[in-house]
């Protein structure tokens, strides 16, 4: 079955434990993203990839790292989690679909960080 | 910079009649404007997509309007159904842009 993969579903932390939330989609898709959603602002874009070894940041990338080795992989990385990431964060890649980004999210992780 | 309104948190409607979801922008048109569903607890899923120059696109029971004059999209769903029930997001998309830029959403009841 073609999917985004994400793990943990579900994380409590303290602040300063460093964390990785893995991705993994299974449909050979050249672009993934992380995404953030909050009560009230929506989705907001954290990074994303284009293809293996090229990241850039989206709107809100300030206390996170990605990196995309494999094709297939795309971490999130929370160095030093602070409260203020405490967030359902999603991951999805895309195939272009007539020119456009057409995204495959994943189940979500929800974390909080105390 | 882009704003992007859904027209309201929520919205309840009778089973079987139209439900009618806005989103609207600000500033330039997008080139692509998309329809996502999300379920409580779960990812958004991709219903429909609608290009810059295309005025109206079906999928069975959901029909998108883009109006490029009002900056406005529609989104309907007729003869709703209860399992209708859900979030809807907008999501726009700007030429050269590598990211999809969402609404709040309009959460959707349909009620038996």
């Known amino acids: 079955e073609a999917q985004v993969t994400q793990n943990p579903r579900y994380l409590i932390t303290v602040t300063g434990k460093k964390l990785t939330v893995t991705c993994s989609q299974n449909?050979?898709?050249?672009?993934m993203s992380w995404y953030r959603q909050d009560p009230g602002l929506g989705l907001r874009q954290i990074y994303y990839?284009?293809?293996?070894?090229?990241?850039d940041k989206g709107d809100v990338p300030e206390g996170y790292k990605v990196s995309r080795k494999e094709k297939r992989n795309f971490p999130l990385i929370l160095e030093s989690p602070s409260p203020n990431q405490t967030s359902l964060y999603f991951c999805?890649?895309?195939?272009?679909?007539?020119?456009?980004?057409?995204?495959?999210f994943g189940a979500g992780s929800r974390l909080t960080v105390l | 910079s882009q704003k992007i309104e859904q027209n309201s948190e929520a919205l309840n409607i009778q089973e079987g009649k139209t439900a009618t979801l806005t989103c609207n922008y600000t500033?330039?048109?997008?080139?692509?404007l998309q329809w996502y569903r999300q379920d409580p607890g779960r990812g958004p899923v991709f219903l429909l997509l609608?290009?810059?120059?295309?005025k109206e696109k079906r999928k069975e029971r959901l029909k998108v309007t883009f109006d490029t004059t009002l900056k406005q999209s529609l989104f309907h769903i007729t003869a709703s159904q209860p399992a209708d029930s859900a979030t809807y997001l907008c999501?726009?998309?700007?030429?050269?842009?590598?990211?999809?830029?969402f609404g709040t959403g309009t959460r959707l009841t349909v009620i038996p």
């Open positions: 500033n330039y048109s997008p080139a692509y």
């Open positions: 999805a890649s895309s195939l272009r679909q007539f020119g456009a980004n057409v995204l495959t």
């Open positions: 609608i290009r810059e120059n295309e």
């Open positions: 999501a726009l998309e700007w030429t050269g842009a590598n990211n999809l830029f």
């Open positions: 990839s284009m293809n293996v070894e090229v990241t």
């Open positions: 449909m050979n898709h050249e672009y």
